[in-house]
């Protein structure tokens, strides 16, 4: 009960925090200061969208010209107006294009351009009407789900715009859509009037463009579907790309954010969570590395070479299943940046530490999706052993004990050895012609490289550099003596 109570008052504590740093000029204008209307409104366009097809299914079309003509030149002369005004206070404030830092003054033209902001906000909240139209005339292959998720972040993001960066560079994209919505909206009005119309003015036909644009991608997606395993089909967070996309998205942000938030804070111990979740961490990587030993050990996997086998046998499975854990793993080793922030340990939070956590987490969800076997389970094994040492040393660091810190060098060292081993083999598969998909080998190869770079220049700045540094102290004194 005390944990729940205290991730609600952290949780209200982070937004009250979000308001402070908000932009006070637009408080008070219509639904802003909340997030509520925009989730409310978000909500009821995804249940539209969800149950309008089924309602509309037995139902002939509707012919809405009378309506579409009027909302289209409406939709058309709310863009002009916001591009222009826009345009003006952009060019009497002598806004940059390339970079123009945010400014909280109350002249006029500053709030003559917050009004257009908000406004282009209010527009992407009318413009949901476009799906709710191509529903009622049984629209449904322009329902796309760039359609939809084009709509519903466009809303959401630009109420952040509003909220808190309302000029400043924010002007431009703005500037720039409203304009694109004026040859595409004057292009509806016209084809609402008719074919002939419509045909005449195929050169602001930027819907077929975009359209053809997303059948191009849904190809690509279906292509790469057919190169997936169907054995993880279903599981939980496999199916789709856009479930790491987000988590991801939301991990540099957060990492964005943290730091700002904990700046005039004072650090967290989190000594018990550490432990805990340490001594977790070192518990399902040991299991990730029996069930790979015991499986690959029946199964008389190769080192080498290991070509996927896209077969239904228990053991297979079970390497499947191991694969998808340590995705699952890397998913919760995010908390690892987290605590860092938490505990205000920015010198640890370097390039380093979050594209290793993020990187990782995309490329072992793509190892869960496209190769749950075969030669993938070898760097799994290793990483999960590396990983067990690395967290035991972590859960003693947490423990306060003294004499681990001097092991510190050698948990680098060990991940240094893991990477050097790892590149050799990535290099034979490629060389040797290993039947394993072309493009994973080529990136792995291309990662580990990365790895080494990045790892052997930490290395060095932290270790090499150091012990020099102190060598030619030690020298500058015994030369006084």
Not at 24 to 44: A, C, E, N, Q
Request: proline fraction near 3%; include cysteine; aromatic fraction near 18%.
């Amino acid at each position: 009960m005390n944990f729940s109570t205290s991730v609600t008052e952290k949780i209200n504590e982070f937004y009250q925090w979000s308001l402070s740093v908000s932009d006070d000029r637009t408080k008070g204008w219509l639904m802003v200061d909340s997030p509520t209307p925009t989730v409310i409104y978000t909500i009821i366009y995804f249940i539209i969208v969800g149950l309008g097809p089924r309602c509309m299914k037995n139902r002939k079309p509707f012919k809405l010209t009378p309506i579409l003509i009027p909302y289209n030149i409406l939709m058309t002369l709310l863009n002009l107006y916001i591009a222009i005004e826009l345009l003006v206070a952009s060019s009497r404030l002598h806004y940059s294009y390339v970079c123009q830092p945010l400014t909280f003054i109350n002249n006029k033209d500053e709030l003559r351009l917050l009004k257009a902001v908000w406004w282009y906000y209010f527009s992407k909240l009318l413009e949901f009407c476009d799906t709710i139209f191509f529903i009622l005339r049984k629209k449904d292959k322009q329902l796309t789900f760039l359609h939809v998720y084009h709509h519903s972040t466009m809303f959401s993001l630009w109420w952040i715009g509003v909220k808190w960066v309302p000029s400043g560079s924010t002007f431009l994209p703005a500037m720039v859509n409203s304009f694109i919505h004026v040859l595409m909206y004057s292009y509806y009005a016209l084809s609402a009037l008719g074919p002939k119309i419509e045909k005449e003015f195929t050169v602001f036909r930027l819907d077929y463009n975009l359209s053809t644009l997303f059948e191009q991608v849904e190809h690509f997606n279906q292509w790469t579907e057919s190169l997936s395993d169907t054995r993880t089909s279903g599981w939980w967070m496999v199916n789709s790309v856009f479930t790491t996309f987000t988590i991801t998205l939301c991990y540099l942000l957060i990492v964005w954010l943290t730091p700002r938030y904990m700046k005039n804070r004072t650090a967290y111990s989190l000594k018990n969570v550490l432990i805990i979740y340490n001594i977790i961490m070192i518990i399902t990587n040991l299991f990730v590395i029996i069930e790979m030993i015991l499986m690959t050990t029946k199964l008389n996997y190769s080192w080498m070479c290991q070509p996927i086998t896209y077969i239904d046998a228990e053991a297979e499975l079970r390497i499947a299943t191991a694969v998808w854990l340590y995705y699952i793993i890397k998913f919760f080793e995010l908390l690892d940046t987290i605590f860092l922030m938490l505990r205000k340990k920015d010198n640890q939070l370097s390039f380093l530490h979050v594209y290793h956590h993020s990187t990782m987490f995309i490329f072992s969800w793509l190892g869960t999706k496209y190769v749950p076997g075969g030669s993938a389970f070898l760097p799994i094994l290793i990483n999960s052993a590396v990983h067990v040492i690395m967290y035991f040393y972590y859960t003693l660091a947490a423990m306060r004990c003294s004499k681990i810190f001097k092991y510190k060098k050698y948990v680098t060292i060990i991940q240094l050895a893991q990477f050097s081993f790892a590149l050799p083999l990535g290099i034979n598969a490629i060389q040797s012609g290993c039947n394993w998909p072309l493009w994973m080998k080529y990136l792995f190869v291309f990662y580990i490289i990365t790895m080494l770079i990045l790892f052997g220049d930490f290395y060095k700045k932290n270790y090499v550099k150091k012990v020099s540094n102190n060598e030619n102290e030690v020298g500058q004194c015994l030369k006084k003596l």
